[in-house]
């Protein structure tokens, strides 16, 4: 089975540019979560989407990003315009339904230089 | 936030012998998870134990789940160099959508 699918996996870009990562959630999940992974703060959640719908972005940093669904299988983090302190790995995952574990992709390392 | 602050930080030890994790958390919680992630890699799940259950077995595995002291703990037994990995908790509180908050995580390394 296909798990989650995320693009690109390495991202090097310079500071203003816009950033678009990529999410393909698992066929049948519910539930997709993005987060962000750095040294300092560790993994955090940013926003997520059940059936399509923004439920929580409490966790989106700034207004410079944002996140869509347009449907089930495609999602979109978008970061404009991009910070170094933007630099992390980001995460999408989903999950079958609530109370369930969730599936991981191998994250997009992003460099904002 | 964190929720789940881990216990130790870094373990190294000598393969066969077992690795026991802490994980502290603050809030209610309606389940906890352990996720293993290896470098570079996305998290992958361990196990998940309900706030009902005490303790959980899946292959090499043991986790132990105390609501009153809202501690768990991860044992893996007969660790193997293949179990070097970080280890995450991650509580999934009590509201609808079942958010998961992870703790900071242990690093583990398992020597030859």
């Known amino acids: 089975d296909a798990g989650v699918i995320q693009s690109p996996r390495h991202e090097v870009t310079e500071m203003g540019q816009e950033v678009t990562l990529r999410c393909k959630p698992i066929?049948?999940?519910?539930?997709l979560f993005w987060y962000r992974q750095t040294m300092m703060r560790g993994l955090e959640l940013l926003i997520y989407f059940n059936n399509n719908v923004p439920i929580d972005d409490s966790g989106m940093p700034e207004d410079r990003f944002s996140a869509k669904m347009p449907n089930a299988s495609f999602s979109t983090l978008k970061i404009q315009p991009s910070e170094p302190r933007d630099s992390a790995v980001y995460f999408c995952?989903?999950?079958?339904?609530?109370?369930?574990?969730?599936?991981f992709g191998d994250g997009t390392r992003l460099s904002i230089l | 936030s964190q929720q789940g602050e881990e216990d130790p930080q870094a373990l190294s030890i000598q393969e066969g012998e077992n690795a026991t994790m802490n994980c502290s958390y603050k809030?209610?919680?309606?389940?906890l998870q352990w996720y293993r992630q290896n470098s570079g890699r996305g998290l992958v799940h361990l196990i998940l134990i309900r706030s009902n259950e005490r303790e959980k077995h899946s292959g090499r595995l043991r986790v132990t789940l105390d609501t009153s002291k809202k501690s768990s703990s991860l044992l893996i037994t007969a660790s193997r160099a293949a179990d070097t990995a970080s280890y995450f908790c991650?509580?999934?509180?009590?509201?609808?959508?079942?958010?998961?908050?992870f703790g900071t995580g242990t690093q583990l390394k398992v020597e030859l």
């Open positions: 066929s049948g999940h519910n539930s």
């Open positions: 809030t209610s919680i309606n389940n």
């Open positions: 995952a989903s999950r079958i339904r609530p109370y369930e574990p969730q599936h």
């Open positions: 991650a509580t999934g509180d009590t509201g609808g959508g079942n958010k998961l908050t």
